[in-house]
């Protein structure tokens, strides 16, 4: 088939390839385009962030006790009161024994020289009880360490000068009538204070001549020093 236009005779083989030759350059141009034009990155890189800034440690805070231990020489035993003896279904009980003694310090103790006092109570059963087999004397009873030359009234429990509390034992014999040594533990109420003194706790050994010696541990408060 032939189309005349503008006088002249183009066939449509003519016609296609003209317009693939046409065409071409056009594809050439926007393929380079793309190759040569630099690619957005994919990420783009972010300012590091600042640097944490350094913390300072708080100064450590300084002790607030420190333990101490003290000892102080008890001389003779000096009876005050004999107590009272009971005969009782269960067993035999003397209460209110009360002995008193001097004491010297031994070292670095919270007051040089003192009188040592105590009263206390002893049962021996005659029959196996809970926890109180035959055999042995159970003791409990009240104990106070005062400084020479105070003047602390007798019931006071919460003064520099003097030093109180309990007294706990299991002996072999009865600490009233009974000849040989012995030991009791001490220790004074829980957070019960002593001037700077708390959490006093220990022991008192007695010889056949009914002297011997006082032993504690104590924690002294140093936050009042330290400020």
Do not use: C
């Not at 004074?188 to 007695?206: C, D, I, Q, W, Y």
Request: charged fraction near 20%; aromatic fraction near 8%.
């Amino acid at each position: 088939m032939v189309s005349r236009l503008s006088g002249s005779a183009i066939t449509f083989r003519e016609l296609a390839a003209g317009a693939s030759v046409a065409l071409l350059p056009a594809w050439w141009i926007l393929a380079a385009v793309l190759l040569v034009a630099p690619f957005p990155a994919l990420s783009a890189e972010q300012p590091a962030p600042p640097a944490p800034a350094a913390v300072t440690p708080a100064p450590a805070k300084p002790a607030a006790s420190r333990k101490k231990v003290a000892t102080w020489q008890i001389g003779q035993l000096r009876v005050l009161s004999p107590g009272t003896f009971k005969k009782l279904p269960e067993g035999r009980f003397t209460e209110g024994y009360t002995v008193t003694a001097p004491a010297r310090a031994v070292g670095d103790v919270p007051f040089a020289d003192g009188t040592f006092t105590m009263t206390l109570g002893s049962f021996t059963p005659d029959k196996d009880m809970p926890k109180q087999p035959t055999g042995s004397w159970y003791v409990k009873g009240a104990w106070r360490l005062v400084r020479t030359g105070s003047k602390v009234p007798a019931g006071a429990r919460h003064s520099p000068e003097a030093l109180a509390g309990q007294l706990v034992a299991k002996l072999p014999l009865d600490p009233v009538t009974g000849k040989g040594g012995w030991i009791v533990t001490l220790r004074t109420p829980k957070g019960a204070t002593f001037g700077e003194l708390k959490n006093v706790a220990g022991t008192l050994t007695v010889n056949e001549k009914l002297d011997g010696s006082l032993f504690l541990q104590m924690e002294e408060d140093v936050s009042r020093n330290s400020q």
